[in-house]
């Protein structure tokens, strides 16, 4: 397994509610921005560091009915870092993304995430 499978699967693993690994998954400067413009969106952009981060996906799974996020193909790696398509389900709704993370060292510096209205077509 790639450096890029295993953080991919930390990444979602984390955003199913693995909020423990965060100190060994993003590095202490992590940012995340997201390419909505929502209000959820617009918070991310203040995110900074692992806690804030851990905070932030807390705050999202409590404001949704047990969203539930997988990988649907794995990443795409690169010298700075990979790219990755997934999908989140909970009751009534699934939809799809695409996020691009950079990494430093071992561990996730700054992600760029674009979510759909729908799940990609297989």
């Known amino acids: 397994m790639s450096r890029a499978d295993e953080l991919a699967d930390a ?5 199913n509610g693995d ?3 965060a100190g060994t998954l993003l ?8 390419g909505g413009g929502d209000e959820a969106a617009l918070a991310g952009d203040e995110v ?16 949704r009915e047990g969203p539930r996020f997988s990988l649907d ?12 398509r997934w999908s989140v389900r909970r009751p009534g709704v699934h939809r799809g993304g695409i996020d691009l993370l950079h990494v430093t060292g071992d561990r996730i510096a700054e992600v760029w995430s674009v979510t759909g ?6």
């Open 117 to 122: 209205e729908r799940a990609f077509a297989a």
């Open 73 to 84: 193909e794995p990443p795409i790696a690169g010298d700075r870092g990979f790219v990755m």
């Open 11 to 15: 990444w979602v693993a984390f955003w």
């Open 27 to 34: 590095t202490d400067d992590f940012r995340i921005h997201f």
């Open 48 to 63: 900074r560091g692992p806690a804030a981060m851990s905070a932030y996906v807390e705050d999202f799974r409590k404001q």
């Open 19 to 21: 909020l423990g690994r």
